[in-house]
């Protein structure tokens, strides 16, 4: 069932491009224009290291529809198993990650007195655990 539940292509950072995402909001108008790359004249030195790719490296997705209509439309896919469907969509509402972390008054304690660059890398270490 793993490997029927590829859902996501993954992109390499290296060949995302430029994207452009237009959003109405307040009836205006708003173009964002994104790049995954820097120009080499960016004074940031952490764009200047660059990317290197392994298994940590954060990656852009993008859903295969044409795919999960193969896998999950009983019409087409004859072999699909309901009943591990429906067990799927719940484990994925339960949520289990939602009592996973401890939230206690001793972290947000232990948290608050961290200083320097200590703190800056328990952040990092946050924002990537929220992202991954």
């Known amino acids: 069932m793993a490997a029927q539940m590829a859902l996501v292509k993954p992109i390499p950072i290296s060949k995302l491009g430029n994207y452009i995402k237009t959003r109405?909001?307040?009836?205006?108008l708003f173009r964002v224009k994104m790049?995954?790359?820097?120009?080499?004249?960016?004074s940031n030195k952490a764009t200047k290291k660059?990317?290197?790719e392994s298994l940590l490296t954060p990656r852009f997705y993008t859903t295969d529809?044409?795919?999960m209509e193969t896998l999950f439309n009983t019409d087409i896919n004859k072999n699909l198993?309901?009943?591990?469907?429906?067990?799927l969509l719940q484990e994925f509402n339960t949520d289990y990650?939602?009592?996973?972390?401890?939230r206690n008054k001793d972290f947000k304690e232990a948290?608050?007195?961290?200083q320097g660059p200590m703190r800056q890398i328990f952040v990092e270490f946050l924002?990537?655990?929220c992202s991954a």
């Open 111 to 114: 948290a608050d007195k961290m």
């Open 24 to 28: 109405i909001i307040n009836t205006k």
């Open 65 to 67: 529809f044409d795919e």
């Open 50 to 52: 660059g990317i290197k």
């Open 97 to 102: 990650n939602q009592t996973h972390f401890v």
């Open 35 to 42: 790049s995954a790359s820097s120009s080499k004249s960016s």
């Open 81 to 87: 198993n309901e009943a591990e469907f429906e067990a």
């Open 127 to 129: 924002e990537r655990s």
